[in-house]
């Protein structure tokens, strides 16, 4: 498999882009002529740029509004092509990407379209160049790969040829299966996007919200298995039009590019190892079983917090390192490391953001096969130095730089909190009924949010759940639940677009993107309740407001609704079951804990709770701007 993108696909002026390219390991690039048409150089210039680099270039693009013109339109129109060929030349790119027409004055006529091209591609065979010709979704005739392929076919020469996009053909939901038919040597290069399952003009959509593979719903490889039966080995360009990548790190972009057409020629190949098509062995999508811990890091007053807290929540200290300042709270299935160690990472991460999870440990079966798979997809290794009689847990960075670890029965891993740490007698504590972790919501700018879910997505198996608007009373927060098909692993990922709202302000912070909130399970709502009243806590005070609409909303029992009031506990209901929230106030800079019970296969996360339990947590924050204290 060949690898291109084209320079529209991320951020930057030319230059920094055909680094990135470079630097995430493509083998070609699609020029796009407006990123050219900014560049302070010549063509020539650009072209060594690209070899130096080790580039090909794969393809200038777009010539637009070509075929099927009257004239005097249409001389002009070949007039234009021939400079466009100079430049071509002086590029060293030997493929133009021509777009089906959307000019008013065009005319339809699949043998007129056919001519032209004929005439076309014999003035490009003159120089060595070759011209590609794709239906744009929106094409004023031709907007659909049958109709261009059909143009292609009748012009019947060499130098003209089909060029495939995966956006146009799934937006539009063409049969897939017609790609079948088409002979591999007559297509010239595949384009690949994804993009969100939305309904909005076509054009729109797809200079706004296409998306690397993986990242959005369509089916994109269905249509990679049917180019692959056509024979076609080319290159695989992705071509992302999106306003996220904008503004985002080229070399970020870049990156989640190449894994993006790693994880999707891995699908390919294992749903149709026929195809035999040359991937890069990896082992398998990983069934996350849960959550295994969470790990802080802090100082010793941020430790005494911690702790406190923990212990209003029915958590008991359960072990302390051999030999490093981390103490290990547990209660049910949950642990919660908390690392004031001096030395290490930890030290580091709590240096640049604060008291902060630095670390999510995840239950896998196979933790080494889980970092070998996120390796082949491009994730940096974790690694620091392991003390005397301490587990070497195999980890990889995530997006935000905070570090995952995989645990595991099959090595031993899941021993490490008897094997590195001493019990400690902790009397003091009842149980409150927590039983595991629910699931862990990280915050990071909207921006980076389809990095994260790209790598969450291409290293596990996952349901990605439909995106929802979390209304925060300054702004919009996107949230993106994964989870692994058995619920045992569930993440929210919220994208905040400004600083305003309680997840962008977390974010500004902790001075980037990390794990924000954790929601614990109990089976009794009520019970965890009276026995964490019992302990201490203070839960969130909600407004009663609040539970006269759930009242009436839901037709709740009005001794039930008495209830829920009376504990602060919200409430949601979906097509499966109910969900009972309770919230403690939000802790430092926006830290969230809550405690969860669903009930008969609720699928959510409480999203319409949402503006009303955040209004209640800014009411009790630090403002704004004030010093920290
Ligand atoms: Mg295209
Ligand atoms: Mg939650």
């Known amino acids: 498999m060949k690898s291109s993108i084209a320079t529209?696909?991320?951020?930057?002026?030319?230059?920094?882009?055909?680094?990135?390219?470079?630097?995430?390991?493509?083998?070609?690039?699609?020029?796009?002529?407006?990123?050219?048409?900014?560049?302070?150089?010549?063509?020539?210039?650009?072209?060594?740029?690209?070899?130096?680099?080790?580039?090909?270039?794969?393809?200038?693009?777009?010539?637009?509004?070509?075929?099927?013109?009257?004239?005097?339109?249409?001389?002009?129109?070949?007039?234009?092509?021939?400079?466009?060929?100079?430049?071509?030349?002086?590029?060293?790119?030997e493929l133009m990407l021509v777009c089906s027409s959307v000019s008013p004055v065009a005319l339809g006529g699949i043998d007129r379209a056919a001519g032209d091209f004929r005439a076309l591609g014999e003035r490009a065979a003159k120089r060595g160049l070759r011209v590609g010709y794709e239906a744009l979704a929106w094409g004023r005739h031709v907007s659909d790969h049958?109709?261009?392929?059909?143009?292609?076919?009748?012009?019947?020469?060499?130098?003209?040829?089909?060029?495939?996009?995966?956006?146009?053909?799934?937006?539009?939901?063409?049969?897939?299966?017609?790609?079948?038919?088409?002979?591999?040597?007559?297509?010239?290069?595949?384009?690949?996007?994804?993009a969100p399952s939305v309904e909005m003009d076509l054009l729109y959509r797809s200079r706004h919200f296409r998306n690397m593979p993986g990242e959005g719903d369509l089916p994109v490889g269905e249509f990679m298995?049917?180019?692959?039966?056509t024979g076609y080995d080319g290159y695989l360009s992705l071509e992302i039009f999106n306003d996220q990548f904008r503004g985002g790190s080229p070399t970020s972009i870049a990156a989640d590019g190449k894994r993006s057409l790693l994880w999707l020629m891995d699908q390919v190949n294992r749903e149709r190892p026929a195809l035999r098509l040359g991937v890069p062995a990896m082992p398998p999508p990983v069934a996350a079983l849960g959550v295994e811990f969470l790990e802080f890091a802090t100082d010793p007053a941020g430790a005494a917090n911690l702790g406190g807290l923990l212990s209003t929540l029915g958590f008991r200290l359960a072990g302390r390192h051999l030999s490093k300042d981390v103490v290990l709270y547990r209660q049910g299935d949950i642990k919660i490391v908390v690392n004031t160690d001096r030395d290490g990472f930890a030290r580091t991460a709590f240096n640049v953001?604060?008291?902060?999870?630095?670390a999510l440990g995840l239950k896998v079966d196979d933790a080494a096969a889980t970092v070998a798979r996120a390796r082949a997809l491009g994730a940096e290794p974790f690694e620091q130095a392991v003390g005397p009689g301490e587990l070497a847990i195999p980890a990889v960075r995530g997006v935000g730089g905070g570090v995952v670890y995989f645990i595991d029965d099959r090595s031993g891993l899941s021993r490490v909190w008897d094997v590195e740490f001493s019990a400690t007698e902790d009397e003091g504590t009842a149980d409150a009924g927590l039983t595991r972790i629910d699931h862990v919501g990280q915050s990071m700018d909207y921006g980076e949010?389809?990095?994260?879910?790209?790598?969450?997505?291409?290293?596990?198996r996952t349901d990605k759940a439909p995106m929802v608007d979390v209304i925060d009373p300054s702004g919009i927060v996107r949230s993106q639940a994964i989870e692994?098909?058995?619920?045992?692993?569930?993440?929210?990922?919220?994208?905040?677009?400004?600083?305003?709202?309680?997840?962008?302000?977390?974010?500004?912070?902790?001075?980037?993107?990390?794990?924000?909130?954790?929601?614990?399970?109990?089976?009794?709502?009520?019970?965890?309740?009276?026995?964490?009243?019992?302990?201490?806590?203070?839960?969130?005070?909600?407004?009663?407001?609040?539970?006269?609409?759930?009242?009436?909303?839901?037709?709740?029992?009005?001794?039930?609704?008495?209830?829920?009031?009376?504990?602060?506990?919200?409430?949601?209901?979906?097509?499966?079951?109910?969900?009972?929230?309770?919230?403690?106030?939000?802790?430092?800079?926006?830290?969230?804990?809550?405690?969860?019970?669903?009930?008969?296969?609720?699928?959510?996360?409480?999203?319409?709770?949402?503006?009303?339990?955040?209004?209640?947590?800014?009411?009790?924050?630090?403002?704004?701007g004030m010093p920290k204290v």
């Open 8 to 93: 529209v696909s991320i951020s930057g002026d030319l230059t920094e882009k055909l680094a990135a390219i470079a630097a995430a390991g493509f083998d070609g690039v699609e020029i796009f002529e407006n990123d050219f048409l900014a560049f302070d150089g010549t063509p020539r210039d650009v072209g060594r740029i690209a070899r130096d680099a080790g580039l090909e270039i794969t393809c200038f693009q777009p010539f637009r509004d070509f075929e099927g013109l009257p004239e005097p339109q249409r001389s002009r129109a070949f007039d234009r092509a021939e400079r466009k060929f100079d430049l071509m030349q002086e590029l060293g790119a």
């Open 146 to 194: 049958r109709d261009a392929w059909e143009i292609v076919r009748r012009a019947d020469y060499p130098s003209v040829g089909l060029i495939l996009d995966s956006f146009h053909t799934l937006a539009r939901k063409i049969d897939i299966g017609s790609i079948r038919a088409i002979p591999g040597d007559r297509i010239f290069i595949v384009q690949l996007a994804d």
């Open 225 to 229: 298995a049917a180019v692959a039966a």
């Open 353 to 358: 953001h604060g008291t902060s999870v630095y």
């Open 449 to 460: 949010m389809l990095s994260w879910l790209l790598f969450y997505t291409s290293i596990f």
């Open 484 to 624: 692994s098909p058995d619920g045992l692993l569930r993440l929210t990922l919220n994208g905040a677009e400004n600083r305003r709202t309680l997840a962008g302000r977390f974010v500004a912070e902790s001075f980037g993107s990390a794990v924000q909130h954790v929601a614990f399970a109990t089976d009794d709502i009520f019970a965890t309740a009276a026995a964490l009243k019992a302990a201490g806590f203070e839960p969130l005070k909600m407004s009663p407001n609040y539970y006269d609409d759930v009242e009436a909303r839901f037709g709740l029992d009005p001794d039930l609704a008495d209830r829920l009031g009376r504990e602060n506990i919200l409430y949601d209901r979906d097509e499966h079951g109910e969900y009972f929230q309770l919230y403690a106030p939000a802790i430092g800079e926006g830290f969230i804990v809550e405690v969860v019970e669903r009930r008969g296969g609720y699928r959510g996360y409480g999203a319409p709770n949402a503006p009303f339990r955040i209004a209640a947590q800014k009411r009790l924050l630090r403002p704004a």
